[in-house]
């Protein structure tokens, strides 16, 4: 029997989408919010909110994705799922970062880069 024969879920691309323009937005929010000096001149005011929207679209494509599996599959199996999904992307967003916060000079951190590479290799891994 041919896998492609199997009746699948349809997907929804439009939550796709949805979901990039809400992390966008976030992304846009934390990049701009620096350089603004007020509420006012914000490029991006309350894209803090866009947070909750990723998060809404996130759960329910999850429950979605899952409705059908939640009695073959146990807890530890689920969260081992989703470790083994999501973690990449977390160890190369800490290590960008990291690297990102080690190389920027800064007012409000000048002696950031007197501290050892180990130390914040330490931090990253302990955060």
Known sequence: MNNNDLATKPHYP???GLRGIAAIIVV???LAEPLSTSNLDKLVNHGYLAVDLFYLLSGFVIGYAYDDRWHKMTVGSFFKRRIERLQPMVVLGMTLGAIGFYFTD???WPLIHTVPVWKML???LIG
């Open 14 to 16: 439009i939550l796709d």
């Open 28 to 30: 846009t929010f934390h």
């Open 106 to 108: 800064s007012t409000l």
């Open 122 to 124: 330490l931090g990253m």
